[in-house]
């Protein structure tokens, strides 16, 4: 048996990117060829790599791009599986180089975007290595360019886990950030009404009759008359208009002056914001709680029953 140096150890490392514990390994396996260790290693990263992919991944960063003349930008969610890899140096800079890449580069779709070379590589090629070094699944989840005539503002909250994306028309720089800072705080679901859902504004009509029909029931059921329907339609009506005006960018209060609503701060500054992307790491997706006490009980009740 070959006797595996420090040195061998340190080659192969800078060789792969492999943590050290696996190139000793590798290199044992290889009875100290060097050769012969870079290919297990590669052959495991891969089959690491494939086993991570099915895992979640929920946590990670928002990374966001902006160009200097801030007329072009861009915004990408890079999610891994806790939030311990989410601060590793590594993954923040692959998040960073992916937001310049989509800004400069504009691909379609993710698909198109791991397709790109990096590295001499391909951008998927680097996530499937960066996957076998910290041995987790990493997966780039979304992204949003944006090129404008206006001004773009960007703004990082909470540890890269929300970003937000701006493009205003009139004002200036400080009106732009104020107005990522507000984004990021009161999170919109759009800058008007016409940017909302009509789905969401249907659910919320719903709600709102059904919390009208229990009240009429139940003044019905206490001998009370109930309230006329013209007056029902208003209170109906009334709780759209709060949940539109709550849920978007022009009726919400400025988070500086809640006297003032955004709208009528940009009215004030002879500004419009033509629209903004909002990231939220990890928002909709499903994340697994893993109960310890009940994984254990489960796998002695199969052992059990295999008896």
């Known amino acids: 048996m070959a006797e595996i140096t420090a040195s061998m150890v340190k080659e192969l490392r800078e060789k792969t990117d492999a943590p050290m514990m696996e190139c000793k390994k590798a290199l044992t396996e290889a009875n100290g060829d060097l050769g012969k260790a870079e290919e297990i290693l590669r052959v495991k990263l891969g089959n690491k790599a494939s086993k991570a992919a099915s895992r979640v991944t929920a946590e990670g960063v928002v990374a966001v791009y902006l160009r200097e003349d801030a007329r072009l930008g861009a915004i990408v969610e890079l ?67 944006l090129a404008t005539d206006g001004r773009i503002a960007s703004y990082v909250h909470g540890g890269a886990k ?23 705080a009161s999170k919109p679901k759009a800058v008007s009404r016409d940017g909302v859902a009509e789905a969401d504004i249907a659910r919320e009509r719903s709600i709102a009759e059904m919390k009208a029909a229990e009240e009429q029931q139940k003044a019905a059921a206490e001998g009370r008359p109930g309230k006329p329907p013209e007056i029902v339609a208003k209170m109906v009506e009334g709780s759209v208009q709060k949940f539109l005006k709550e849920n978007t960018l022009l009726g919400q209060p400025f988070v500086k002056d809640d006297k003032l609503s955004v709208e009528q701060l940009l009215k004030q500054r002879g500004a419009a914001v033509r629209s903004f992307t909002l990231y939220v790491v990890g928002e909709g997706i499903e994340k697994k709680s893993n109960d310890f006490a009940a994984e254990v009980a489960a796998q002695a009740a199969a052992a059990a029953a295999a008896r």
Do not use: Y
């Open 79 to 145: 999610n891994c599986e806790t939030d311990f890899v989410a601060k590793n140096d590594d993954f923040l800079a692959l998040s960073g180089r992916l937001a310049r890449m989509v800004a400069e580069a504009d691909p379609a779709d993710v698909a198109a975007l791991s397709a790109m070379p990096l590295d001499g590589q391909t951008v998927e090629a680097v996530r499937t290595a960066l996957v076998g070094k910290i041995g987790e699944n990493l997966s780039i989840r979304r992204f949003q360019r």
């Open 162 to 184: 929300i970003g937000v994306l701006l493009d205003l028309s009139g004002g200036d720089e400080a009106l732009a950030r104020d107005l990522a800072m507000h984004i990021a």
